[in-house]
Each structure stands twice: as C-alpha cells, then as structure tokens.
C-alpha cells in the first residue's frame, strides 16, 4: 500500500475540536500559529476583557495564519452579556461573617461591612424571602430575608471578603434583564463587522434571549448559546432548537448549581444537543492547573477524557491559553488527551450510549446508513459536499469511526464548522455534474492524506448540485495511485 500524501492542509489526528482562548498570554501572531500547531482548531476571543481595537488585531492574526497554513479558522467572539455586579467598598473590599446581617440598596455611596450598593434595579423586582445571593462565585453567601423598596436584607450564611464589583448570582429566580446590554449591542456590531464565524451569548436564562440575538445576527454568524444558569437548563429544549450550538458553561453553572449536580447537568446538555444534532462545547477549568504548571493533575485529565468519552463536539481552554504560563502545553496537552481517549478500544461503544434517532428524511436516512457501510467495508473516510453544512452536521451526528471530509464552495461554511465533531473542512470550487464530484472528492482526499491508494470513502452529496437540502445520493469509491495526476484543483 502506498504511503499517504502529504498536504498543505494536514487534518488532525483526532475528532473532538479543540477552542482555544486568546488573551495576554496569546495575542501575538507568532503565538497564535503556535497554538494552531499544537492542535487548536478554533479560537475564542472574550469581549469581557480589552478593546475593540485589540480584538481586531486578532481577528487579523488569525485570518493571515489561515491564509498562510491554506486551512479554513475558525472565530468565535464571546460577548460578555449581563454580569451583575456589587458596588464599591470603603478601602476597596470589607469582610462579611457569617450569620450577620448585611444590606443591598441601590445607594451610590461607598459601602462597608454592613452595606453595599447593588446597581441592578430589576433585581429588587426580582429576589424575594429566601432567596440565594451568591458573590465572588459563590465564595460568600447570603439569604435573603426581606425586601423593602429599594433595599434587599439578607443573612450572611457564608462569610468572606468582598471586593469592588465582585460578581452576584442569582440561581434561584429569572432575573427580568436583557440577555444584550448596551456594550453587547456595541460588540456583536464590531464582530459581524469582523466577519467572526461564531457569536457566543452569555447568561441565556429563556428562549427569548437566543430569539433576540439571532434577530441582530440574521445569517452573518452562527449563534452559540451558553448554558450557566439553572433557569437555561429548565428550558434546553427550547434554547438548543433556537441556537445552532450550545456551550456548557461551568463557570457560573458551578456557582449556581451544587457541585455535585454539575455532572449530570453536563452530561444531560452534551447528549440533548447530539440528538439535536447541534455541536456542543464543554469549557471553563478543564486543565486549570496549567494556568501555573506545565503538567495537569490527574483528576483534570479525566475530566477532558469524560468530556470526550460523552461525545462532545469540542472541548475549550479559558484562562489556560488566555493568560497562563504554558498556553501552548495546556493545547498540546488536550490534543494528546483527546488522541488517547479516542484510541481507546472502547470509545466507539462509549460514544454511542448516546442514541440519536434518525428524522424521517433523506438527508437523515442516507447519513446513518452511510455510517454503517463505512463500518462494515472497513472505509478509510466519508466525505460529502455541502453548500450550508447540515450534511456534515448530519454525518456527524451518527459519530462514524472514520473522519469526515467536507468540501464546500463557502469560505463562510468552511469557517463555522470548526466546532463540529471529525469534520476536516475545506474549500474548493462547486462541482457541476456527477463524475466532476467523484473526481474531485477522490484528489482532495488523497491530496490531504485522508485515504490513499487502494483505500475506499463514502461519499454524500445532492444532486442537483449547490441546492441546500437536496442531499441523495450516496456512493462507495476506491481510490486509485494516479489519481493526482488527473486534473488540479
């Protein structure tokens, strides 16, 4: 058997993606390659932090490493979304213990260990007897006991240090804000302007927040709703149909949630998106030891594993690629954690616990059996033309055992599906009959290193070609030694 070709376009060695964040760590040209070298496929840029000047440099780095390494990047702008936050201190901070009484108003003056002001008019609306009020990530606690006007008065039942703006989370009630604040608006305008691929909203509490952003965004970017708050997890079924892929979002589903009902909460986000057949990401504190050390700990390398046991579309690092020491071992790392789990003889089977019933369509039909025949004839790959990327979202679905090669005429396609499981997107040029799809499917293939000589591929498509929706055919090609020296691409 021949040996593969090499390509200018290597695919990874692995089908889980993996979204890096960009920050002080990793804001340079030369360090964003070396992030994509170690196994980035993605890149998240936080509006939390910086300007929009800064962002747009990024946006460039990124998009001249894409034309450099000829492999369509893709973007993801995450908007910070409506954080609540306490006021500021007398010297900066005051300590709270616990079973003392402390007051939230809506004074602008300084507080002190008796009170603060809390500039969220419409939590005063919101919050009633009983109540949780969770600061600095849940580190102090209070319950509340009455609230009068403008005043909310509550028992502190875990005491600690509060700081200037530290944040407030509210588990126990839908807070009647908008999903978008004013600087959102502002940032998700910046980032359509960008051409970003992906819009990330924060703090989704209800279906009328994905519905509101999605109106702004109309088809420029695809929409990524994040999943923090218990309020979300009560309506994900609402929320997942409404976005196109959904985060979950441990931070503050962490802090909101008891520890030991996050698992479940993931577990249960990760398989209602498969089987809605929407890409899904597992993020915050996945190797948050390297933020300070080049190695994980061992219960952080499980948690990655487990994430990819369940079947996740992509797995993110936060602050460790942000603005941690070793941001390039902390991707390095997910990429070997990712190649091991999938090596993993039982993978297969543990991928698919997850069931994801066929829709009675075409589309759907022909991806599961061609699933099943790429298994059974021992094919090396499955490839499909797409013009809006829902045959590989479709393909990727069922989890085949081979990788997925996607051919699009969209650069736009291309971009967005870097968050999809075992898809290895690239762009070429439409094809106008059928034998012109086989031809070409069968030189992309071999020319990326995806099959070689001798080897067989499943390939989709739909006929007529460039008509979103029409996907029917399947077909079972062998590629053969000359085929690169028929045409170029």
């Known amino acids: 058997m021949q040996a593969r070709v090499s390509t200018e376009i290597k695919p990874r060695a692995r089908k889980v993606r993996i979204l890096a964040t960009l920050g002080p760590a990793s804001s340079s040209p030369a360090m964003i390659r070396n992030l994509f070298d170690a196994g980035a496929d993605a890149f998240r840029i936080n509006m939390s932090h910086g300007s929009q000047a800064d962002k747009a440099k990024l946006v460039k780095a990124i998009r001249a490493m894409e034309a450099d390494t000829k492999r369509p990047t893709t973007i993801l ?160 079924d609402a929320i997942v149909d409404l976005a196109d892929a959904v985060m979950v979002a441990r931070g503050d589903l962490g802090v909101e949630l008891p520890p030991e009902d996050v698992p479940p909460a993931q577990n249960r986000i990760v398989a209602f998106a498969r089987q809605r057949g929407k890409p899904v990401v597992v993020a915050t504190q996945m190797l948050e030891s390297m933020i300070v050390s080049p190695t994980p700990t061992r219960a952080e390398v499980s948690d990655v594993a487990t994430a990819i046991y369940d079947g996740a579309d992509a797995i993110m690092l936060s602050a460790e690629s942000a603005a941690g020491n070793y941001p390039v071992e902390a991707v390095a790392m997910m990429d070997r954690i990712a190649r091991s789990a999938e090596n993993d003889p039982v993978y297969p089977a543990r991928i698919h616990f997850t069931e994801t019933p066929a829709e009675a369509t075409t589309a759907d039909a022909l991806s599961e059996s061609a699933a099943q025949i790429a298994k059974i004839i021992n094919a090396k790959a499955m490839a499909c033309y797409t013009s809006s990327g829902s045959t590989a979202r479709r393909i990727a679905r069922e989890r085949p055992p081979v990788p997925i090669m996607v051919m699009t005429a969209s650069l736009k396609v291309a971009r967005r599906l870097g968050l999809q499981w075992g898809v290895h997107a690239v762009h070429t040029r439409d094809v106008n009959n059928f034998e012109e799809m086989v031809g070409k499917a069968k030189r992309i293939a071999l020319r990326n290193g995806i099959v070689c000589a001798g080897e067989r591929m499943v390939l989709m498509a739909g006929v007529p070609f460039a008509r979103s929706g029409s996907t029917n055919v399947l077909h079972v090609v062998k590629l053969e030694g000359d085929e690169l020296e028929k045409h170029e691409d």
């Open 77 to 236: 702008v995450d908007l910070q979304g409506p954080k609540l936050r306490v006021g500021k201190f007398k010297g900066g901070a005051a300590m709270l213990g616990a079973g003392q009484m402390f007051v939230l108003d809506r004074a602008t003056k300084l507080g002190d260990a008796n009170r603060v002001e809390l500039p969220h008019p419409e939590l005063f609306e919101a919050v009633g007897k009983g109540d949780r009020l969770l600061i600095d990530d849940g580190k102090v606690r209070l319950r509340v006991v009455a609230v009068e006007g403008d005043k909310i008065a509550a028992v502190v039942e875990v005491g600690g240090r509060v700081s200037d703006h530290k944040g407030v989370n509210v588990p126990d009630v839908v807070v009647p804000i908008p999903a978008l604040t004013a600087k959102d608006r502002s940032d998700l305008k910046f980032a359509l302007e960008q051409g970003v691929d992906w819009i990330a909203l924060s703090f989704v509490q209800r279906p009328e927040d994905v519905a509101e952003a999605r109106a702004l965004i109309g088809d420029k970017a695809a929409l990524l709703a994040k999943i923090e708050k218990p309020a979300a997890i009560d309506q994900l």
